[in-house]
């Protein structure tokens, strides 16, 4: 079956880093754009962060630039978040996405969604 997994979410203090990790079950992930997004409670889904699956351009929210950083691992079929700097606002469920096409920060465009990883940043 086409499956994604998030993982390493956690509780981190203020400042402190997580490293997301999105495994790919079923499929190849190199063929495809992979998005990373974020759900707050009562709050709407919001795009993090994508990667091209041609060219390898990256994209990233204002709220996250400089901070968080995308990357894409073939050989393992991984794509991972590494997120540093991290503040209480980033505290959210974060989900990664599938897409065959071009990537985009649009949540509904994406065709495969994993289950998602709760991080929480509090001192």
């Known amino acids: 079956q086409v499956q994604l997994v998030e993982s390493g979410g956690g509780l981190v203090q203020p400042g402190g880093s997580l490293r997301l990790s999105c495994a790919a079950s079923?499929?190849?992930?190199?063929?495809?754009?992979i998005g990373w997004f974020r759900q707050a409670p009562g709050e709407e889904r919001e795009g993090v962060s994508c990667?091209?699956?041609?060219?390898?351009?990256?994209f990233y929210a204002d709220s996250v630039k400089g901070r968080f950083t995308i990357s894409r691992d073939n050989a393992k079929n991984t794509v991972s978040l590494q997120m540093d700097g991290l503040k209480s606002e980033d505290t959210a469920v974060y989900y990664c996405?599938?897409?065959?096409?071009?990537?985009?920060?649009?949540?509904?465009?994406?065709?495969?969604w994993g289950q998602g990883t709760q991080v929480t940043v509090s001192s």
């Open positions: 990667i091209s699956s041609t060219d390898g351009s990256t």
């Open positions: 996405a599938a897409l065959l096409g071009p990537a985009t920060m649009v949540p509904d465009e994406y065709d495969h």
């Open positions: 079923g499929f190849t992930l190199d063929y495809y754009a």
